[in-house]
């Protein structure tokens, strides 16, 4: 009883990736309290208002859910309560405003512009037959539209972020399975002879042991030599596996962009790294590129790696809308990977580009491993 009571409680009435922003947008029938300040509603004003609110709640919460005809029907519906509602209430252009912001969960994007501008139509008509006054149809048609055309922007955004964010899902599991497979056929390749050595060894010492002291010992030595050679190869085999170096992050650097269709351009000099700075620095390239895909909606980007005086340098740009704003939100990722920089003596800089061309970020780390 206590889990189905804690179901229901955290049971939510919109998709998670709305947020909390579809439950603030009803505060927006405030509206129809204006009227109500200088004159006093009646009684049963005030029953058919609660009335329309406790329908028009469910099929609200409703259309984040449907699909097909059945947003066309919540939106019909809670545009004719509007449309209802003006004659008595000039509030009632809310009603209209949240069905033209419907038309953004329909699938397909033309069709979604047809309705809205069949909306704004209807507004138009039922203001002119009814005689309805400016109080309504202005509000109606200034905020309905511009409303429906950025929820209609909006949610093609978050469909395409939703759908690169599995590309790249996708492409780090079938990455993942791809090394499983290689680290299980190199260990098949050299296992499966070293082992048949040893133990062919092992049967010519045992055989040996009692005849030849001294060729027995030889066989034992060799035994142990490729065993030894054995482990070396097997730990060279599962190395890319076990440790996720920078290079290991450059390659998933590419895949990642290729998969999110954002062009990359490299310069990577070579030269030996501490393996303490590199795992930095590949937790670094890691950040930047995750933030690359799922908030700059770049197309392009540059990765630099180079050796400035005793320092490795690492710079990391795209050509998102941080140029555009002006703005760096800097997260739990940015604080991690600032607080990793400087402990190594390093320094970071993450800043919007003044020319508009997007988000550079500048990592430096000295070559000497801080003692």
Known sequence: MTTSLLSRLSFSWVPARYGKAPYFWLLSFAIFGWKYLYIAPSTTELVYLALSF?????FYFYSFWCSEWRIYACMALICSF?????????????????????????????????????I?????????????????????????????????ISERLTRSNESLLKKQEEVEYLAA???????ARDLHDLLGHTLSVITLKAELAGKLLDRNPEACKKEINDIEQTARQALAE?????????????????????????????TLLSEIEQFTIPSAQENVLALALREAITNIIRHAQATQCHIRLY???????????????????GAVRKGSGLN????????????????????????????????????
């Open 54 to 58: 406790l329908v028009f709640l469910p």
């Open 234 to 262: 097997v730990r060279a085999a599962v190395i890319g596996y076990r440790a996720t170096g920078l290079g290991y992050e450059l390659q998933s650097a590419k895949k990642t962009l290729d998969a999110a269709e954002v």
């Open 307 to 325: 050796q400035h005086d005793a320092h490795v340098v690492l710079k990391i740009s795209d050509n998102g809308l941080a140029g555009q704003t």
């Open 82 to 118: 509007g449309i209802i509602w003006a004659p008595y209430n000039y509030g009632g252009s809310t009603f209209c405003i949240f069905a033209a912001t419907m038309c953004s969960r329909l699938p397909d994007t033309r069709r979604a512009y047809i309705t809205l501008s069949a």
């Open 336 to 371: 991690g990977m600032s607080e990793r920089v400087l402990s190594l003596g390093g320094s970071l800089q993450v800043q919007a580009s003044p020319d508009a061309t997007g988000l550079h970020l500048e990592l430096s780390l000295p070559l000497k491993e801080k003692k």
């Open 120 to 152: 704004g139509i209807i507004i138009v008509i039922a203001s002119v037959l009814m005689r309805l006054e400016s109080y309504f149809w202005i509000p109606a048609l200034i905020f309905s539209i511009p409303s429906g055309v950025g929820a209609i």
């Open 177 to 183: 399975i791809s090394e499983r497979e290689r680290i």
